[in-house]
């Protein structure tokens, strides 16, 4: 299966806090322009990849979560139960049309799993 | 938690054990208006957090237990507008709608996600569980 690492997501319990963080220290611009008011990060230059603030229920530690894409988000997941991952959040439409799912690899840490909606040229 | 049927439940056992027990003392006794909770157990009237907070206080329940009455408050808030009719897939409407703050809105969204009681089928259609 072809699988990438396209995105890295802080899970942080003071996500304005983090992101004036991360803008004054490595000048990363953080834009909310899309309908969750997600917190998109410009983190990338020449060999990296962006990421994302999403904010941290109350009294649950930060974390960083990858986010995978695959081809085909149903056949992934379960690949991944058949492994021994649990799926926390089902199969889920964005407003801006990407699909993603998150799950608990059989260690214990969350990651997310995405097919992108096509984009404008 | 439910706040509001432990609010009722309490009312009750209250009222069990003196029958002349008023809805009037209740309130007095939560450091409320009678008419406040009136609307409260018998017209649905939205919780704030503060109401929330104040109310569990008073109650005698735990942070985790208040905590768990801010979430069932602000999860039936989300989850209300889902069939409305102007009904809009963005955080910041729910925010609007809700008065709720837009991180607020997103950590209900993920909390209703992870426990199936909502689905996001495309980038426009949501529905409650059952539904």
């Not at chain 2, 039936?76 to 809009?88: D, E, K, N, Q, Y």
Request: proline fraction near 6%; hydrophobic fraction near 40%; include cysteine.
């Amino acid at each position: 299966m072809e699988a990438t690492v396209i995105r890295w997501q802080l899970i942080s319990p003071e996500p304005e806090a983090a992101a004036s963080f991360y803008q004054r220290l490595f000048g990363w611009a953080v834009t909310q322009d899309n309908h969750l008011g997600y917190r998109e990060v410009k983190s990338s230059g020449v060999h990296g990849i962006d990421g994302g603030i999403w904010p941290a229920p109350a009294g649950q530690p930060g974390f960083v979560q990858l986010f995978v894409e695959v081809p085909n988000l149903d056949a992934c997941l379960a690949s991944a139960v058949r492994l021994g991952a649990k799926v926390i959040v089902p199969p889920t439409v964005l407003p801006d049309g990407d699909a993603m799912a998150i799950l608990l690899d059989p260690t214990g840490v969350s990651l997310g799993v995405c097919t992108l909606a096509p984009r404008p040229a | 938690m439910d706040l509001r049927a432990r609010l009722s439940a309490e009312l009750e056992r209250r009222q069990k054990a003196n029958p002349r027990y008023s809805l009037r003392a209740f309130a007095k006794n939560l450091g409320t208006h009678h008419t406040t909770l009136l609307r409260v157990l018998r017209q649905g009237r939205r919780l704030t957090p503060a109401m929330t907070r104040r109310l569990g206080q008073r109650l005698g329940l735990t942070h985790a237990q208040i905590a768990g009455a801010l979430a069932h408050e602000q999860d039936a808030a989300v989850l209300s507008l889902v069939p409305h009719s102007s009904f809009r897939s963005d955080s910041r409407w729910l925010a609007m709608m809700t008065g709720l703050p837009l991180d607020q809105v997103n950590i209900t969204l993920q909390r209703l996600l992870s426990g199936r009681r909502l689905t996001m089928h495309t980038a426009r259609t949501w529905t409650r569980e059952g539904t």
